[in-house]
């Protein structure tokens, strides 16, 4: 059986309603909607520059699952939260390699539990997801 794909027109609607609900609607947003090279080794991803109140965030709809998209969007979002603290530990964390995977293991943990709180607490009208 084919999997389902996501529409880009889904993935606008959850950003949309997402961008304002995490309070980053102050955030110049650029979201990419196609496929992401292997080599990335990523379903999506979230490049932030706070300073600057920027970010892009994509989307492969080749690899997320509509059931896994809501998910993915909030996840990526909140990246620009965490951004800035990330940013500031992994300048500590040097060039020492072990420290800088401590960096982002603790950046993902903390983005994985914001994510499903928020998504627990305030998923989607059902008018977003069709
Ligand atoms: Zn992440």
Do not use: N
């Not at 950003?15 to 304002?20: K, M, T, V």
């Amino acid at each position: 059986m084919p999997r389902r794909k996501i529409g880009k027109r889904r993935v606008l609607a959850l950003a949309r309603l997402w961008r304002e609900r995490l309070h980053l609607g102050d955030w110049k947003l650029s979201l990419l909607v196609e496929p992401i090279p292997e080599a990335e080794d990523c379903k999506a991803y979230c490049q932030a520059m706070p300073e600057y109140k920027e970010m892009t965030v994509a989307v492969d709809p080749e690899a997320v699952t509509p059931e896994e998209l809501e998910s993915t969007i909030v996840h990526e979002l909140l990246h620009a939260h965490v951004e800035h603290l990330a940013g500031l530990a992994l300048a500590m964390a040097g060039d020492d390699p072990i420290k800088r995977e401590v960096v982002r293991l603790a950046e993902e943990s903390l983005v994985v539990s914001l994510e499903r709180a928020f998504v627990q607490a305030y998923a989607a009208p059902v008018e977003v997801l069709s």
